[in-house]
């Protein structure tokens, strides 16, 4: 059993929390993610990448945002109350290397992932500008844990209710176009359409554009297939060969249609979860 | 009783749901025989002197000996003789392609000349270990005194249940490394309910849990741990890899990516360990296809073929390139496939899968072939017939053309030798190129069977028991 050590609400819909799995803490790197499930007999088996972790205490962290059946049921668990299983650490770690200057771009819940990344490239003595987007003030999690990090920290989000007004796309491509601050490397991590964008900002200034990608997937290890996305032309799986690819090589069209094959019933499940209370 | 008067005797047939109920549920699709069908069924044995069914068996079961016990009504004697060789009848009896194995050598067989009225060996292999369990007579093995020697088996399928119970009986620790939620692995998420209920597998998994054997759930070793870290850091003294084939194989053909597309593996396990059919219940959802195409021949191929049937679809398709007679499949998952109304297209394969303006399958190109010459499988090979494409509506696609070796414990043991095709090199006794550790099942033979890799997990057991004494 894994125990939840702490729970936090950082928005309406988006909470935070630390759950004991020392194995997991203690081998996990930037970029892995873990399969988590409430209920081992009916439940889902659901991917969430690895915010943090602390070895020493022996907890991951994991920050998610309630929009299935299952996070639902996981938003309603509180500290002291345990997951019947948790798998991981998933997926290959991410690259970090000293690239110079690396922009991190963070869209609503990706900014989760995204932290022991930015993490990472830090300590790897980069440069390390970060772009954060949200819908809205309310939206946005994680400022202070991501400026601690930053040499340069902005802000957007949709309303203009808090930092500057608009997409994330707009900073980074006047970062694209500058003269002395021109990234070496992109790092995006999302909703798939603002990944799709991110990826066509960076391109016509060949900026090397790096894309987590968070796919429906059962196993994690390599044995369902259904994760699978075209990268280059090729068949790829996100679970083992991923999470992270080369965002100009990504068919992010193919990806968004494969997201929403379970649609009807994901919206089936979720009414049912709201009307039985568990989501009160 | 002599020959000529067990030639008198009826071959037994089995029990079963009919077709028409059972493709609407998830049940048992044989029932199992009654006592007196065993007994008669066992007494058709001839007692050969030479038994030529045992050659046929991977795992050289006394058949002889326990179909005697058997006609005379000894069920215990039966089973203790069955257990000798197999530690997991219940699971044969079912899954075994004995047509291929034990009873296509059967005397019986080849006098009345017709492999189906060979003694149906499975059938009461299956009644003698149904009636043990059922009635919980059945003792866990017994187990030595504690060695102090401890053994990781990675997996939990039927090699590892194997290997894991004969280490065990040695009096060494062992523990058993599984990467889904629950154990069991192909038996749980990858045959059906209805051919293999799920609780004789959760009563394997309890004998070893009784026999002192710890099964560690939610542990992918390659990342949670290495093979490595646990000779290493975590105190095992051998390690038994068995972890399976878990790489699903593609076609690799146009369309293949669209939603509707799905691997027999996903397919299967949305169904199976997700327990996707009970929607009342279960988080998981399925694909709610209504014409349905499988692509393959193998038992996977009838399995995905016939959960399509149950999970709701109108038509279900399988679409193999090659004849009937080349089909891996058991005889009788092709026979109830048939029965219960699936569509068989052989000597034809897919050549694209096409798309709505959604990016949802709407139909799959296919194109003929005739059969050439055999190829290096002995099976006569398929040939494309030019200019024989046709188009067949569609909104889903199953492919079950197979597995290759997951490579994710290859890639994270340093020295461990894969071949080409990244299945484990082992020598004769099952040991991989790294001391201490062993492998077996299918991550070595590549996709096979339930009895192969129960056969390899008992040898590599009998190796590495050997191993922890000399140590």
């Known amino acids: 059993m894994y125990k939840i050590v702490k729970k936090l609400q950082l928005s309406e819909n988006v909470f935070r929390m630390d759950i004991e799995a020392p194995l997991i803490a203690a081998e996990r790197k930037a970029g892995q993610f873990i399969i988590l499930q409430v209920n081992t007999e009916y439940g889902e088996r659901v991917p969430l990448t690895i915010a943090d972790a602390d070895p020493i205490a022996g907890t991951i962290t994991i920050i998610f945002q309630t929009v299935g059946a299952t996070t639902m049921k996981l938003a309603k668990l509180n500290e002291g109350d345990s997951l019947p299983a948790l798998l991981g650490p998933l997926g290959k770690p991410t690259h970090v290397e000293k690239r110079g200057h690396v922009v991190c771009v963070g869209g609503g819940i990706g900014v989760a992932p995204m932290h022991p990344i930015a993490q990472a490239m830090k300590a790897a003595g980069n440069k390390v500008t970060i772009i954060m987007g949200a819908r809205n003030k309310e939206l946005l999690i994680m400022e202070e844990e991501m400026r601690k990090i930053a040499d340069e920290l902005i802000i957007v989000t949709d309303d203009g209710s808090y930092g500057r007004k608009g997409l994330v796309t707009e900073p980074l491509k006047e970062l694209c176009e500058s003269e002395n601050n021109k990234p070496d490397e992109a790092i995006v991590i999302g909703p798939p359409i603002m990944m799709k964008f991110c990826a066509l900002t960076t391109k016509p200034y060949n900026v090397p554009t790096v894309a987590s990608l968070n796919t429906i997937m059962i196993d994690g290890t390599g044995m369902c297939g259904g994760c699978r996305i075209t990268v280059g032309g090729e068949t790829k799986f996100v679970c083992v060969d991923g999470p992270e690819f080369d965002a100009h090589q990504v068919d992010f069209d193919q990806m968004m249609k494969r997201l929403s094959a379970y649609k009807p019933q994901e919206e089936r499940a979720r009414d049912h979860v709201c009307r039985s209370g568990i989501h009160a | ?471």
Request: net charge neutral.
């Open chain 2, 1 to 471: 009783m002599t020959p000529k008067e067990k030639m008198a005797i009826e071959p037994q047939a089995m029990p079963e749901q009919e077709p028409q109920v059972r493709r609407h549920n998830m049940g048992e699709v044989a029932t199992g025989y009654t006592a007196k069908q065993a007994m008669l069924e066992a007494s058709r044995c001839l007692q050969c002197k030479n038994a030529p069914c045992m050659q046929g068996c991977p795992v050289s079961i006394n058949i002889p000996g326990f179909l005697g016990a058997a006609a005379e009504g000894d069920f215990g004697k039966a089973i203790a003789i069955i257990k000798e060789n197999s530690l997991l009848p219940a699971v044969c009896g079912r899954v075994c392609p004995q047509e291929k194995q034990c009873q296509a050598q059967c005397t019986m067989g080849k006098v009345l000349k017709d492999v189906n009225k060979a003694v149906a060996i499975g059938r009461v292999e299956r009644y003698c270990a149904d009636l043990q369990r059922e009635s919980g007579n059945q003792e866990p093995a017994a187990v030595k005194p504690s060695t102090g020697k401890r053994v990781a088996i990675i997996g939990s399928g039927p090699a590892s249940i194997t290997a894991a119970a004969d280490i065990r009986r040695e009096g060494h620790d062992v523990v058993m490394f599984e990467a889904f939620h629950k154990p069991g692995g192909v038996l749980v998420y990858g045959i059906p309910e209805f051919r293999l209920p799920k609780s004789i597998v959760q009563n394997e998994i309890d004998n070893l849990v009784k026999m002192g054997v710890k099964v560690e759930t939610n542990f992918v070793v390659g990342r949670t741990r290495r093979v490595q870290d646990l000779m290493e850091k975590d105190g095992f003294d051998a390690v038994f890899i068995g972890s399976g084939a878990g790489l699903p194989k593609f076609m690799n053909i146009p369309g293949e990516n669209l939603v509707g597309v799905f691997s027999a593996n996903e397919y299967l396990t949305r169904a199976n360990l997700m327990k996707a059919y009970d929607e009342e219940h279960s988080d998981t959802p399925y694909y709610h296809g209504k014409k349905v195409a499988v692509l393959g021949g193998g038992n996977v191929a009838m399995d995905s073929a016939r959960m399509a049937l149950r999970l709701g679809a109108e038509e279900v398709h399988i679409i193999y390139r090659r004849s009937e007679k080349e089909m891996p499949a058991r005889a009788e998952e092709v026979h109830h496939a048939k029965e219960e109304g699936v569509i068989f297209h052989t000597l034809e394969n897919a050549k694209q899968i096409l798309g709505d303006d959604q990016y949802r399958v709407r139909a799959i190109e296919c194109v003929r072939f005739e059969l050439g010459e055999p190829d290096a499988s002995g099976r006569r090979s398929p040939i494309e017939i030019p200019g024989s494409e046709f188009t067949l509506e569609m909104d889903t696609v199953i492919v079950a053309v197979g597995n290759g070796s997951n490579p994710l414990i290859s890639q994270t043991t340093a020295g461990l030798e894969v071949n080409k095709r990244g299945n484990i090199v082992v020598d004769e006794n099952n040991k991989t190129s790294i001391d201490g550790i062993y492998a077996g099942g299918d991550i070595v033979l590549g996709a096979a069977t339930v009895i192969l890799a129960m056969g390899e997990g008992r040898k590599a057991a009998k190796a590495m028991n050997e191993y922890l004494a000399s140590k």
